[in-house]
Each structure stands twice: as structure tokens, then as C-alpha cells.
């Protein structure tokens, strides 16, 4: 119950197009999403983050999709561009629980130019 | 500047030795947070502190240590029990967002520990 199972392990995509990353989750009691993005040699950063009383969210090209009844929620780039490239992990949270963060596995990404 | 640094960013430790990774924050954060990263597994939760002088176990604490003795700091030693230590270990910090409801993790720069 505690998983985030994040998909795929791997996305590569052509400049310009539009990657999709999707997480699914099982703990009702989630109520935090946050996406954060790493590059090579880095610590993650938080890129954005939605919480389950909306259905999307947008911060420039980046665009969380969610689904409550689904218990999903994806992460949309739009225009990617080489400086992507990256590792993209979701993850989810309960107010409750002081930050603690399960983490998906990551995704991959290469945007070729 | 506010933020989490960690040193050394690399480290090599011989089989046998216990090291230890240092994390300082000064970002006033109460609760501090230790990860290992492996490839294609993400980010494994070793152990986490919300406040000076209390610690939980992580999912993977078996052959790691902690200490919480100043708000600041929260280092990590990898002893001679964890047999496979080589990886990249992150530290975090959580602050509150604004609305005060949910909770950002501001990662450190990380330390990669390889076993010579």
C-alpha cells in the first residue's frame, strides 16, 4: 500500500515532442504528489507538485495530470528540449507524516535534438 | 545562500572501515532525511529525524548509523555490516510550502561512495 509504481524506466523522445510519465499509487491517504527532476551527478529538485483536489496542474511546459478514482497521476513535458534530459521521479506523501516521501522508481529521459 | 550541502562528494572506503557522510542544512528545517540511490531502483529511504535527538529506521537501515544532535546536522556512517555500500547517498531537509499544508524536500548535492 505504502508502493508508487512509476512508468516507463526509459523515454526517449525527439525535440519538440511531448514525453508522458505515469505513476500509480494504491494509499488513499495520499494527498501530496510532487515531481522532482535530476540531472547527472545531482541531487533531485522539486519541479512540481499537485494535491488530489485538482486534476491538473501546469508550471510552464511541465503539466501534472490526476486522476483521484484512478489513483494515477502523469507528468507531461510539452516542447521538450535537450536541457530535459534527465531522471524524473513522482512521488506521494500524507500531511500526516512529516515529509516522508515514497518515491517511484524513475524514468530516463533523453530528448534528442 | 540557504541550503543542504553534503561533503565529501566522493569517497572511497576500504572493505572493513566505517565512514561517515556529512549533511548540514541551514534552512532552519526540522526534519532531515538520509537516501541511497542505486540505478533503475530510485531513491531507498535509510533513516529519518523530525526533531534534535530522535531517529527512525528507514527501509534499509540494516548497516548504517545516525546522529541528531544539533538541528543543523544529521551525519551518516556506513559501517563494516553494510555489505554492499557503493552508491549515491542524498541527503534532504523538509520545509513547509507556502499554505504551511504540504511538505517540500530540499535535497543535497549527494556523496558517492564507492568500496575499493
Known amino acids: 500500500q505504502q508502493q508508487v509504481k512509476q512508468s516507463p524506466q526509459s523515454l526517449i523522445v525527439q525535440k519538440g515532442g511531448i514525453p508522458i510519465i505515469n505513476c500509480a499509487y494504491e494509499?488513499?491517504?495520499?494527498?501530496?504528489f510532487p515531481w522532482y527532476q535530476q540531472f547527472p551527478g545531482k541531487g533531485p529538485a522539486l519541479l512540481i507538485a499537485?494535491?488530489?483536489?485538482?486534476s491538473e496542474k501546469k508550471e510552464g511546459r511541465f503539466t501534472i495530470s490526476f486522476n483521484k478514482s484512478a489513483k494515477q497521476f502523469s507528468l507531461h513535458i510539452m516542447d521538450s528540449q535537450p536541457g530535459d534530459s534527465a531522471t524524473y521521479f513522482c512521488?506521494?506523501?500524507?500531511?500526516?507524516?512529516?515529509?516522508?516521501?515514497?518515491f517511484g522508481q524513475g524514468t530516463t529521459l533523453q530528448v534528442k535534438p | 545562500d540557504g541550503g543542504i550541502t553534503q561533503s565529501p562528494k566522493y569517497l572511497f572506503r576500504k572493505e572493513g572501515q566505517n565512514v561517515t557522510l556529512s549533511c548540514e542544512q541551514n534552512?532552519?528545517?526540522?526534519?532531515m532525511y538520509w537516501y541511497r540511490q542505486d540505478p533503475g531502483q530510485g531513491l531507498r529511504l535509510i533513516y529519518y529525524?523530525?526533531?534534535?535527538?530522535?531517529?527512525q529506521k528507514g527501509d534499509i537501515a540494516e548497516g548504517y548509523s545516525v546522529s541528531r544532535e544539533k538541528k543543523e546536522s544529521f551525519p551518516l556512517t556506513v559501517t563494516s555490516a553494510q555489505k554492499n555500500p557503493t552508491a549515491f547517498y542524498l541527503c534532504?531537509?523538509?520545509?513547509?510550502?507556502?499554505?504551511?499544508?504540504?511538505?517540500?524536500?530540499?535535497f543535497g548535492p549527494g556523496t558517492r561512495l564507492t568500496v575499493l
Open positions: 494509499n488513499t491517504a495520499f494527498d501530496y
Open positions: 534532504a531537509s523538509v520545509g513547509t510550502l507556502a499554505g504551511g499544508r504540504w511538505n517540500e524536500q530540499f
Open positions: 512521488a506521494a506523501a500524507y500531511s500526516g507524516n512529516t515529509g516522508k516521501l515514497i
Open positions: 534552512l532552519n528545517h526540522d526534519a
Open positions: 499537485i494535491r488530489p483536489d485538482v
Open positions: 529525524s523530525q526533531i534534535v535527538n530522535d531517529f
